[in-house]
Antibody
Framework: QVQLQESGPGLVKPSQTLSLTCTVS??????????WSWIRQHPGKDLEWIGY???????NYNPSLKSRVTISVDTSKNQFSLKLRSVTAADTAVYYC??????????WGQGTLVTVSS | DIQMTQSPSSLSASVGDRVTITCRAS??????LNWYQQKLGKAPKLLIF???SLQSGVPSRFSGSGSGTDFSLTISSLQPEDLATYYC?????????FGQGTKLEIK
């Protein structure tokens, strides 16, 4: 059974960089066939797709965040990561990592709340 | 970006009722439409993919239909455990976008 677990600081100061890691168990990122994604959910409940990475390192980002986002993968650790630069209060959200097929988001992590505040 | 609009935003129904939630895309997305269920404090869970395909392990009382711009999710006989918020999502065009959610309450 594939499981994903987010980890990282729950509090980030404005203008700093939000960094999260997703650890995958029950499947190998390097096997291919799936995309490894980040999605966030603002306190008002709206869901926003941030982007994904393939095991080759190929990425696709939401244009609204593209200038501030980097998603990377470490296949040796079976992990992938999110960095979001220059954060503001508007970046406060629950961040989910997930596994996507070509059609849908199949498996979600439990999510981690990141609050941007001084 | 493709805008996804769900209706209603909330609804209340009784156990055993047939419930339908609709989702409209701002442009044609063929059948690239997914439905997710999110229970309070939990991550979303995939129910339906490709507009009408039931994800493995999801009860058969859930069904989806539609193509192009208009889609619907139907629960044939509402159960107490269906208390949740339901989201549609298009996977036709980047960036993938979600509807605003429909909060389902049990009377």
């Amino acid at each position: 059974q594939v499981q994903l677990q987010e980890s990282g600081p729950g509090l980030v100061k404005p203008s700093q960089t939000l960094s999260l890691t997703c650890t995958v168990s029950g499947a190998s990122i390097s096997s291919g066939g799936y995309y490894w994604s980040w999605i966030r959910q603002h306190p008002g409940k709206d869901l926003e797709w941030i982007g994904y990475i393939y095991h080759t390192g190929s990425t696709n980002y939401n244009p609204s965040l593209k200038s501030r986002v980097t998603i990377s993968v470490d296949t040796s650790k079976n992990q992938f990561s999110l960095k979001l630069r220059s954060v503001t209060a508007a970046d406060t959200a629950v961040y989910y990592c997930a596994r996507e097929s070509a059609m849908a988001i199949i498996v979600w992590g439990q999510g981690t709340l990141v609050t941007v505040s001084s | 970006d493709i805008q996804m609009t769900q209706s209603p935003s909330s609804l209340s129904a009784s156990v055993g009722d047939r419930v339908t939630i609709t989702c409209r895309a701002s442009q044609s997305i063929s059948n690239y439409l997914n439905w997710y269920q999110q229970k309070l404090g939990k991550a979303p869970k995939l129910l339906i993919f490709a507009a009408s395909s039931l994800q493995s392990g999801v009860p058969s009382r859930f069904s989806g239909s539609g193509s192009g711009t208009d889609f619907s999710l139907t629960i044939s006989s509402l159960q107490p455990e269906d208390l949740a918020t339901y989201y549609c999502q298009q996977s036709s065009t980047f960036p993938y976008t979600f509807g605003q959610g429909t909060k389902l309450e049990i009377k």
